[in-house]
Nanobody, 120 residues
Framework: QVRLVESGGGLVQPGGSLRLSCAAS????????MGWYRQAPGEPRDLVAT???????NYADSVKGRFTISRDNTKNTVYLQMNSLKPEDTAVYYC??????????????WGRGTQVTVSS
């Protein structure tokens, strides 16, 4: 069993910053890709950023230069530093982690989501 626990969401004014965290625990042999997605009301869930086990990152065009994804492999944790936040960043943010918990078996797990609201 694998558990993902997200934290760090909240209400922030435009131009402000937030840092999201997602910690994985449970039956884990190896963690591969880690990432963040977001979903606004009435919209599909979209990729925000990903980071591979080797540290390669990928960002949605809408967040490039404002958001930074990072990971701490010693803590099985992925972070999303969000700066210069805009109202259009308002969404529920979900972490997504590709985990090998048995030899030859890799599964994607989702967190329960954390609300980020950008409003004055």
């Amino acid at each position: 069993q694998v558990r993902l626990v997200e934290s760090g969401g909240g209400l922030v004014q435009p131009g402000g910053s937030l840092r999201l965290s997602c910690a994985a625990s449970g039956s884990i042999l190896n963690i591969n890709d880690m990432g963040w997605y977001r979903q606004a009301p009435g919209e599909p869930r979209d990729l925000v950023a990903t980071v591979t086990s080797g540290g390669e990152t990928n960002y949605a065009d809408s967040v490039k230069g404002r958001f930074t994804i990072s990971r701490d492999n010693t803590k099985n944790t992925v972070y999303l530093q969000m700066n210069s936040l805009k109202p259009e960043d308002t969404a529920v943010y979900y972490c997504n982690v590709l985990i090998q918990n048995r030899p030859g078996i890799k599964l994607k797990y989702w967190g329960r989501g954390t609300q980020v609201t950008v409003s004055s």
